[in-house]
């Protein structure tokens, strides 16, 4: 059996290097030659733990090859992405295009996955179309099935084998045969539902979080507001057995839980201002931790603040929809402060303002201000940043700087304090 993988992203890639070290014949398409040139000489494009070694050994082995067109095949797997318009509504075209470069290879019997992420009902009102615009019949010449990935960016080899697989089928045959492509290489459940279950299923998991975010984000500012400790809260109201508060932060960022809840608003505006309310609590973070910085700041003149992390979450090298990015560009382009930026893990082309080592960016800086969790910033040495700073202040958006003697931290839900 062949499987031809549509797009050799974050997903499309690990994916068919997963079904070839099974032993699969594996075809990965792309539209970038950059791509398809690496992949054919064993190297990948992109940053994932194991990703390289994997790569390259089953592109040795001849199981694993790119393309920059389709191939006949007995299953397809279209993992492309669907970034959003300005509007806030989905784009489907790459979804689209890719269904419609397999068409003319396309077989009785072939198995059709779309991975990417998708509006509810797209499978039905769009992809299904394309199929019987060409002369299929969707539902019964060809098996088509949504199946989302749920994989966590640094741990996506082991996630894409061990997690539960959702499998909305066309039809109960349809998330049969496709339940069974993935029942080759994944050793966690393989769940067979139907297509718009699996859509919705999908956009609410990254809903319940962002969801569950902004209402941890709203006891920030209640508590600053009535002078109580947030994180005392959130500790102890999790200490009830079917409580469990999230953290607050400077606000949501990535491609997934800043974007998914708006491919729900799409579909059913009217029903939806619980979601629609959390995503724009959420954007309202960055202006909150700014208007925090002004306050903590306030008796100071000339501000120098050390900005540390930009990603939008710890330990990645993402920058995408990041909350720290859009805090430290407000900042910069503040009248009032000098910022100085520091991320290990990012790189210059990465950003549009200067990043400088850890030593440069605290020397003479009133204030450290934290915006990723990265585990550099756990381990911070008192004396190192004490000499280096000007006055010993640190505020840490995301509850991660460890304790010290004499300088201050404030967390974000510690605003009592100020
Ligand atoms: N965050 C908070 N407070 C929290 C947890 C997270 O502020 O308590 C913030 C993070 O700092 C970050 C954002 O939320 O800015 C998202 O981070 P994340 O670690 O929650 O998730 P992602 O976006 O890296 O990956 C998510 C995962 N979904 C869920 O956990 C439900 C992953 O499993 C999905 O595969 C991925 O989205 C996706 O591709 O949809």
Sequence with gaps: ??????????????????FAKAGIEVVGVDVSEKVVEKLNKGEVHIEEV??????????ESGKLRGSLTPEDADAFIIAVPTPIHEDQTANVNYVVNATKAIVPYLKKGNVIIVESTIPPRTINDVVAPIIEENGFNPLEDVYLAHCPERVLPGRILIELIENTRIVGGITPEASKQAGDVYRQVVTGDVIETEAVTAEMSKLMENTFRDVNIALANELVKISAKLNVNAHDVIELANKHPRVNLHQPGPGVGGHCLAVDPYFIVEKAMG??????????????????????VERLTAEVENPVIAVFGLTYKGNIDDVRESPALDITKMLVNHPKFTVKAHDPHVRDEQVSFPLYSFEESIKDAHLVLVLADHNEFKVMDEKVLADGLKTGVIFDTKNCVPQFQDLVVYRIGDLTNL
């Design 1 to 18: 059996k062949k499987i031809c993988v549509i797009g050799l992203g974050y997903i499309g890639l690990p994916t068919s290097a997963i």
């Design 50 to 59: 194991g990703l390289p070694e994997l790569v390259k050994e089953v592109v």
């Design 271 to 292: 029903e939806s201002p619980l979601i629609q309310t959390a995503r724009s609590i959420n954007n309202s973070m960055p202006e909150f931790v700014v208007s925090q």
